[in-house]
């Protein structure tokens, strides 16, 4: 329970990313359908990705991001009042994942739910946890995207097996006195639903990846664009661009559609494909480790998904 009275802004105190182990690279992919290491890397600029092991869970993996996320924070369990996971690959459909990962992590009855906005997922988190914090109804916030997509990709379909792999980013978000979260630009399409599918619990994904790829480099430099201006930041002035991990070629379009000039680039996809929700808290997360993402950056955080839905914002680099 908690009593908060809300806050002028929010921020990201802290950041935290798990990968599993195992790592697939595209020749092994190759040994059992037909591509090959150049188209891969030249269509979608994957070069490797992480696979979970079959006794690995969603659950599992963000409660290893979320971990490192608190300890980053200098977060105590006990201060998170609200835990939100953005997931649309969870092994079942009840219970959601976010009151088992807080009690796995020791966090004492906080709220709990997740939120399937698949690929966008983390950042309608991050608006969520914003407008929770400012109003009063949570005042620190785990926000953790986790997914894994290999267990519901067709392993012989060769349009989708190669782009998507398994992890789990985590931030946790506290009150501030600046604006650490800016305005919020989101959206959806439902008219182009199956674009995107895994139509039952039996099924795989299924992707129209031509039609989701001109969508995506014809709707998200405006989205980009716009999120900057409601900031109030030249694209010259980002210091980081973290563009959903989809396709190299989209984040490149996107970027240069924008105009950063001066930006930092998050290339994550490269040597962990596209992990969906997790893809731009473990981009961020990787930069921030580097030392190429320092505290206080203008961020730009940008994602698209199924649904089709968007979303993306300026943040600060905790
Ligand atoms: O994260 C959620 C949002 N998802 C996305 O944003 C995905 C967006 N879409 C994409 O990233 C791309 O469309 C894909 C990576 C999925 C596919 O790349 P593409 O350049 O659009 O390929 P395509 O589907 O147009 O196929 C071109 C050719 C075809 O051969 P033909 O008909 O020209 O002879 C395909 O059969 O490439 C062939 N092909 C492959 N060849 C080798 C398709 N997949 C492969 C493959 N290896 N894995």
Known sequence: MNSATGSPGARILGLGHYRPSKVLTNDDIAAFVDTNDAWIRDRVGVVTRHIAADDESVVDMAVAAAGKALAAAGAEADSIDLVVTATCTLEASLPGASATIATRLGIPGPGAFDLNAACAGFCYGLTVADDAIRCGSAQRVLLIGAEKLSAWVDWTDRSTCIIFGDAAGAAVIGGSETTGIGPVVWGSDGTRAGAITIPGRDAAMHMEGQA???????????????????????????????????????????????????????????????????????????????????????????????????????????
């Open 212 to 318: 989701v790829f001109r969508w995506a480099t014809t709707t998200m430099g405006k989205v980009a664009l716009e999120a900057c201006r409601r900031a109030g930041v030249a694209p010259e002035d980002i210091a980081i661009v973290v563009p959903h991990q989809a396709n190299l070629r989209i984040v490149d379009a996107i970027v240069r559609q924008l105009g950063a000039t001066n930006a930092v680039v998050a290339r994550d996809i490269v040597d962990s494909g596209n992990t969906s929700a997790a893809s731009i808290p473990l981009a961020l997360s990787r930069l921030v480790e580097r030392g190429e993402a320092r505290t206080g950056d203008d961020v730009l955080v940008l994602a698209f998904g199924a649904g089709l839905t968007f979303a993306g914002q300026v943040i600060t680099c905790p």
